[in-house]
């Protein structure tokens, strides 16, 4: 099993930004997630992967623009979306996937 298999295979959600260092919203993302990390504590797991250096696992998921986020639970995904969201909608969509 891989580590990001291990990872999303958790019994608490975790969100994954998938995102690259040349994405300008990508970089808009970046503090969101840091504040979103203070929010949620331990409930979650915030992991990010660069799909220009994670290109198998970003092929796998289908990610063809970023930053996609993703909410995964015990390997299953909860919630697949497109573009740059506030902290406070993250929240909500990581409690509803508890």
Not at 16 to 36: H, N, T, Y
Not at 73 to 95: C, D
């Amino acid at each position: 099993m891989s580590k990001f298999q291990e990872l999303i295979s958790q019994d608490k959600p975790v969100l994954v930004d998938f995102f690259a260092e040349w994405c300008g919203p990508c970089k808009m993302q970046a503090p969101i997630l840091e504040d979103l990390k203070k929010r949620v504590n331990n409930q979650a797991t915030i992991i990010k992967i660069d799909v220009d250096k994670n290109q198998s696992v970003a092929a796998k998921y289908g990610i063809r623009s970023v930053p996609t986020l993703m909410i995964f639970k015990n390997g299953e995904i909860k919630w697949k979306q497109s573009g740059v969201f506030p902290a406070e909608e993250l929240e909500r969509l990581i409690k509803e996937n508890s």
